[in-house]
């Protein structure tokens, strides 16, 4: 097999050489799409993963909770009693009256007890929701309306729905609502199916409704509500249902059979979803068949020409095809989405075509002029225009940011990165963090956290900071940091929207097994600290939903191949989490991936996040590209983020590390 790094510049790291490979086709797996479509769940990117650990008792208080909570599940109260009586002033006794009043929901008054005497809290948010949930299993509707607060919670919405339903009928104030709650492109929780099926029997959704909410069911890929949508049509329109079905598995044969078709919107929309789908195919190919057979003979409004074109020159720039720019010039910017206005940057940028870099950087967003990512492609535009003194100033003013783009600024000024690092509390401010401490609900976090229940704690720490004002994460994220919590430290800082801690967002923890691995892998300690910081967030005991394990998230089977490398014992999957091990089968797969790039560490990176696989199909057909432009157009919005992080995070640890930047980005 070809060693794609055979085609990576060894000399100078900022070149990505190119490599002779068919055109780039993101067909991306249910694995990764998950990967991708999750990460979210925590700010600014960190992934989200379950916590996985196991109750310890340090503490004499603590090992009676700890009884006390199993004698209360395995029912023997005269124990259980006793132990409670022991634990009055205890901070978790709280959570012991939660376990008693869940074993009774359906006794309104010791619940409306619970609720009254901590109003307000986690447990209090927990179990209204859990009789919520009782009461719409028991069909008690009277009891439900009069306890029920509007919620994001699908279920409990749909019971809300349906206790409406047996109060008021089919009124005009439920078929709102209830509408409101049909019109989805995916399945509803099954309390909703009795007010959908009044819906349906009293004529409350007409049949453009059901075609409009097919086609949200076909954007978002779920065939089988919409097969169960079609039977709700007329028997015959039923077959063009059919034929928008085929057209998401087979879209080139509908599109041949199309070209036939009388005008109807349905038609257009059959139409538009197997272009959609043909272009992943063959973009050129479904381009043409727009522009010269599909788009003259049928009365497509705005809206659909405007939504179309964006989706396809969008899948033409993370394709890098040269038709692209072609494309992008016959589109205004006023019928561009926002993520093509930027991709049609890129594309520009990647192509050379600076001057239309320029012209297209002037025409993105207000919202984007200011963004240090936009501010350094004016700078890199400007300097290849010849246009060096505005360069220049524009590098000079981004040099002063401690962020990726801030460093390769400097770089192309050629002057010491600027580390700016200011406490996200300052000393006035520190009594705030003691105040919050004491507060009930922090002291019960605290008591979770030491005794390991961190999944339990960081629950009630997600539900307590909720509506902090940014001022007041700031020190909620210090307090996790006193307590050595170092990840919830990273998250809360981040969405406080403080980013000049440098101490609390990059702690060097697990330092020896980290220069342990890296010097038995020859590799930088930094990086494997960037990897960590990315992958993670310092969370030893993270298992993430498509079950990538510990600090370097390893999969599974990556352990498994690697334990045979490494001469390492077969682990389960809890010794697989453990630092040492996690850290010495992560640091030996990276390894592996510098050695199949001869070392470049931007490639091997993206590899890491992505697969060799992709960054194979991402390397350049016929141009040698400079690494800041190759990396600025992954096509995987979370690869190129990742890249980006990795390498900000191990020049930030390098500083930490030997108090001075030993390899600087452009030498990575």
């Not at 086709?25 to 993963?49: D, E, N």
């Not at 028991?138 to 349906?162: I, M, P």
């Not at 049909?182 to 099926?197: A, I, N, R, Y």
């Not at 926002?338 to 049609?344: H, I, N, P, Q």
Request: charged letters at 25%.
């Amino acid at each position: 097999m070809e060693n794609p790094g055979n085609h990576v510049a060894s000399i100078n790291p900022l070149l990505i050489m190119p490599t002779g490979i068919d055109r780039l086709r993101p067909k991306i797996s249910p694995y990764f799409t998950a990967c991708i479509l999750l990460i979210l769940l925590f700010m600014m990117g960190f992934p989200p993963v379950s916590f996985s650990a196991e109750a310890v008792a340090q503490t004499a208080d603590q090992r009676h909770y700890l009884a006390a909570r199993e004698a209360l599940k395995k029912g023997r109260l005269s124990e259980y009693r006793r132990l409670k009586a022991q634990l009055q002033d205890y901070p978790l006794l709280p959570y012991l009256d939660y376990s008693e009043a869940l074993k009774k929901l359906g006794d309104a008054s010791v619940v409306a007890d619970f609720l009254n005497q901590y109003d307000g809290s986690y447990l209090a948010s927990r179990l209204r929701d859990k009789r919520l949930r009782w009461l719409g299993d028991k069909h008690r509707w009277g009891d439900f309306l009069r306890v029920y607060e509007a919620k994001s919670d699908k279920t409990l919405r749909c019971y809300y729905l349906r206790a409406k339903l047996s109060v008021e009928g089919v009124s005009e104030s439920l078929v709102h609502d209830a509408r409101e709650m049909w019109m989805s492109g995916s399945t509803q929780p099954k309390p909703c199916s009795p007010v959908f099926d009044q819906l349906y029997k009293y004529h409350k959704v007409s049949k453009a409704l059901i075609w409009q909410r097919i086609g949200l069911a076909m954007e978002k890929g779920h065939i089988s509500l919409a097969k169960f949508l079609a039977k709700k049509l007329p028997a015959s329109e039923r077959p063009w249902v059919a034929k928008w079905l085929k057209a998401h598995r087979k879209p080139k044969a509908v599109l041949s059979s199309a070209l036939r078709w009388q005008d109807s919107l349905h038609r257009r929309q059959i139409i538009l979803h197997a272009l959609k789908r043909y272009s992943r195919e063959d973009t050129p190919a479904a381009w043409a068949l727009w522009k010269t057979q599909f788009l003259p003979r049928f009365n497509f409004s705005e809206e659909e020409i405007s939504q179309l074109e964006d989706k396809l020159v969008l899948r033409a720039a993370w394709r890098h095809l040269p038709e692209a720019l072609d494309w992008f010039s016959l589109i205004p910017a006023a019928g561009l989405s926002e993520e093509a206005l930027e991709w049609r940057v890129r594309s520009a940028i990647r192509s050379g075509e600076w001057r239309l870099a320029l012209e297209y950087l002037n025409e993105l967003p207000e919202s984007h002029q200011g963004d240090h990512e936009w501010t350094y492609w004016r700078g890199r535009t400007y300097e290849n225009l010849n246009m060096a003194g505005s360069a220049r100033s524009i590098f000079e003013d981004l040099a002063n940011e401690t962020d990726y783009y801030g460093f390769l600024a400097s770089d192309r000024l050629g002057i010491p990165y600027t580390f700016t690092n200011e406490p996200v509390v300052d000393k006035a401010a520190a009594h705030r963090v003691e105040i919050l401490a004491a507060q009930p609900a922090f002291q019960r976090i605290y008591e979770l956290y030491k005794m390991g229940l961190v999944g339990q704690a960081y629950s009630e720490w997600r539900f307590e900071i909720r509506d902090m004002p940014k001022s007041q994460k700031r020190v909620a994220a210090r307090l996790a940091y006193n307590w050595k919590w170092h990840f919830t430290a990273i998250v809360t800082t981040a969405q406080a929207k403080h980013f000049s801690d440098l101490d609390l967002r990059f702690p060097l923890l697990f330092e020896r097994f980290i220069t342990r691995e890296a010097k038995r892998q020859n590799l930088s300690p930094s990086l494997v600290y960037g990897v960590i910081r990315r992958e993670s967030a310092f969370r030893e005991t993270a298992v993430s939903p498509a079950g990538a394990l510990g600090l370097m998230q390893v999969m599974p089977a990556t352990a498994k191949m690697m334990t045979k490398k490494l001469g390492m014992k077969r682990m389960n999957r809890k010794q697989m989490r453990q630092a040492n091990n996690n850290i010495k089968l992560g640091a030996g797969y990276l390894r592996q991936v510098l050695n199949k790039y001869n070392g470049h560490e931007i490639l091997a990176t993206a590899s890491y996040n992505a697969g060799p696989h992709r960054v194979k199909k991402w390397l350049p057909e016929d141009d040698v590209l400079p690494a800041d432009i190759w990396i600025d157009t992954i096509t995987f919005d979370e690869t190129r983020k990742y890249v980006k992080a990795v390498l900000f995070y191990s020049t930030i640890f390098d500083w930490k590390l030997d108090g001075r930047v030993d390899h600087k980005l452009n030498e990575r």
